[in-house]
C-alpha cells in the first residue's frame, strides 16, 4: 500500500463555501487493483486553513488512482464546484 497527499490553497474568504462543497462530497468507488484488491483502500478530503488536502491509501500506481478517481461523476462534480475557489497554487507529493 502506498499513501499519497495532493494539496491545494484556496482563496482567502472563500473557506465557508469551500468547507460547504466538501461537506457535500460523496465516497469515491474503490475500484479495483491488477491483482483484485480494491485500488483506493482509503481516500481522505479535508481543508485546513486555506489549503484542501487529499489523503489516498492505494494498492497501484498514482497514475491508476488518479485515472479511476477521475472517471467518477461525484468527484468530478465536486472539483467542478471547487474551480472557482483555487488560487493557483497547488502541491504534490
Same mark, same amino acid.
Given at each position: 500500500?502506498?499513501?499519497?497527499?495532493?494539496?491545494?490553497?484556496?482563496?482567502?474568504?472563500?473557506?465557508?463555501?469551500?468547507? +460547504?462543497? =466538501?461537506?457535500?462530497? &460523496? +465516497?469515491?468507488?474503490?475500484?479495483? &487493483?491488477?491483482?483484485?484488491?480494491? =485500488?483506493? +483502500?482509503?481516500?481522505?478530503?479535508?481543508?485546513?486553513?486555506?489549503?484542501?488536502?487529499?489523503? $489516498?491509501?492505494?494498492?497501484?500506481?498514482?497514475?491508476?488512482? $488518479? =485515472?479511476?478517481? %477521475?472517471?467518477?461523476?461525484?468527484?468530478?462534480?465536486?472539483?467542478? %464546484?471547487?474551480? +472557482?475557489?483555487?488560487?493557483?497554487?497547488?502541491? &504534490?507529493?
Amino acid at each position: 500500500m502506498n499513501r499519497y497527499a495532493l494539496t491545494f490553497t484556496i482563496k482567502p474568504g472563500c473557506e465557508p463555501e469551500v468547507s +460547504r462543497v =466538501l461537506s457535500s462530497y &460523496g +465516497r469515491p468507488d474503490a475500484g479495483r &487493483g491488477p491483482g483484485g484488491p480494491p =485500488l483506493l +483502500r482509503r481516500t481522505s478530503v479535508f481543508m485546513t486553513g486555506n489549503r484542501v488536502i487529499r489523503v $489516498m491509501d492505494i494498492d497501484g500506481t498514482i497514475g491508476e488512482a $488518479m =485515472l479511476h478517481i %477521475a472517471k467518477q461523476p461525484q468527484v468530478k462534480a465536486v472539483e467542478e %464546484a471547487l474551480d +472557482r475557489y483555487l488560487d493557483g497554487d497547488w502541491i &504534490g507529493s
